[in-house]
């Protein structure tokens, strides 16, 4: 059955839902990854260190804990379409408050705009992923999640690039090598010029997500009737009066969690990572671009392999293994060996979100919704598992120097051996895919 098709959708015009939602998908990378540049430079501009530095993740993604809750009673008050508009108004919003931040070099206002997109992202998240879930068979929910994560990851390829030619990063090395003998005055003045460069791309985002948001008002996206759903309550819904009676969304939400946190960790570090292990700016700022090439090939095996000769939760098994591996290999490896496996950990990583959603969400009738929900929350996981690889490297360098090592020697090392807080999250996420996603369900999945 297509989205047309479907009985609880909506539709006042012919018009393409997945190539809509796919659009959005696109706009949700972009902005998402353009993180991975902000955190390097933001720790030169603002003087950081680094447990400070990752705050950049941090806010944005804590605004999903915050205000799933509030997307879904937004979603309720101005419906599935308008609602999206508002989600583009709001991120729009959070991205003009990069240019007083930029120009007074106020860290807290650029961590403010950041979560206030990030707020702005969970509305349109809240939206878009039950609705790709839904709208056909669940055992192939992987297929279509797929195609959006290849939307997603293209863009989010693209967006470390581009921003890092307007922020000129290929100049930060001979910034970083002259910028601890020059006087406090002067060196202030390099920050600022370096702070303000920030401005033009943002503006750019501006304009973007209000020519958008007038689209999504204007278009005929149709709506889904989630009044209609909820009257479709499946065999496990029966006798439950919350949807905290599941166990497998309980653990399947931790388990997203942690899937973000890892995933996060793998674009966004991977930068700051390749500068403490030596690599100029001008390569280091083309890696989490690998990473999201990673990903869109994983998603392109996933759109032909899943369900035809693979299925989710196979997937979802195989991920976390080679997870496993390639973090090892992080953590083991030397050089751009070490870096590579970062990378490679796109590839590991990209089918687990699309695995995760319909295994979580299969069996839960009216109570999907709410299901939903709880899984945006999840997304905070990359404000948490980034914050503790900063924190812990922070507090690795301070033991190293303590013991007469030198500071870029302990910071090299730190960064490397910080990875390990990866292994028991595909641990964990390996154990949903064999058994978690089954707990307490009358049938197996």
């Known amino acids: 059955m297509s989205i047309l098709e479907n009985p609880i959708v909506k539709h006042k015009r012919n018009i393409s839902p997945i190539a809509i939602i796919g659009a959005l998908f696109f706009i949700f990378g ?3 990854w353009l993180n991975s540049v902000l955190i390097p430079y933001l720790e030169i501009a603002c003087e950081l260190n680094k447990f400070q530095s990752y705050f950049v993740t941090f806010a944005f993604y804590m605004a999903y804990l ?3 809750p509030l997307s879904t009673a937004t979603l309720r008050r101005f419906g599935f379409k308008n609602g999206m508009g508002v989600g583009l108004l709001i991120m729009a919003f959070g991205a003009l408050l990069f240019i007083p931040a930029a120009l007074s070099r106020t860290y807290f206002l650029f961590l403010t705009g950041l979560f206030i997109m990030g707020s702005g992202l969970a509305i349109l998240q809240t939206a878009s992923n039950p609705y790709i879930t839904i709208v056909g068979p669940i055992e192939s929910a992987v297929k279509r999640m797929s195609i959006m994560g290849i939307c997603n990851k293209l863009a989010g390829a693209l967006a470390p690039i581009m921003l890092g030619l307007f922020l000129k990063l290929d100049d930060t090395d001979h ?3 002259r910028i601890n003998s020059l006087s406090a005055t002067a060196r202030a003045a390099a920050l600022d010029e370096m702070a303000i460069r920030v ?8 304009v973007v997500l209000l020519v958008l948001a007038y689209l999504i008002f204007k278009s005929g996206l149709p709506e889904i009737d989630t009044n209609a759903e909820d009257d479709h309550a499946a065999v496990q819904a029966v006798g439950k009066k919350s949807v905290f009676q599941f166990p497998h969304v309980i653990l399947g939400v931790f388990t997203l969690f942690l899937y973000v946190g890892v995933e996060v960790m ?5 930068i700051s990572y390749g500068l403490s292990q030596g690599i100029p700016f001008a390569t280091a700022k083309l890696f989490t671009t690998g990473t999201l090439v990673a990903m869109v090939i994983g998603y392109i095996i996933g759109t032909f392999a899943v369900p035809r000769y693979i299925s989710q939760q196979n997937v979802l098994k195989v991920s976390a293994l080679l997870g496993l591996v390639l973090t090892i290999s992080a953590v083991f490896a030397e050089g751009y060996l070490s870096v590579g496996s970062v990378a490679l950990l796109g590839l590991a990583n990209s089918l687990m979100w699309p695995a995760i959603w319909p295994l979580t969400l299969a069996g839960l009738g009216r109570y999907t919704k709410a299901a939903s929900s709880l899984l945006i ?7 948490i598992i980034p914050l503790i690889y900063g924190a812990t490297i922070d507090h690795q360098v301070q033991q190293s120097m303590s013991a007469g090592v030198a500071k870029v020697m302990a910071t090299a090392d730190a960064s490397q051996q910080a990875y390990l807080i990866m292994l028991p999250c595909y641990l964990v996420i390996f154990y949903y895919a064999v058994k978690g996603h089954r707990l307490g369900r009358e049938t197996k999945g």
């Open 266 to 270: 793998a674009g966004d570090t991977i």
């Open 175 to 177: 910034l970083l090598a």
């Open 66 to 68: 915050i205000m799933a």
């Open 30 to 32: 972009f902005v998402t």
């Open 377 to 383: 929350m999840g997304i905070s996981g990359g404000a």
């Open 199 to 206: 401005i033009p791309p943002y503006i750019a985002i501006i």
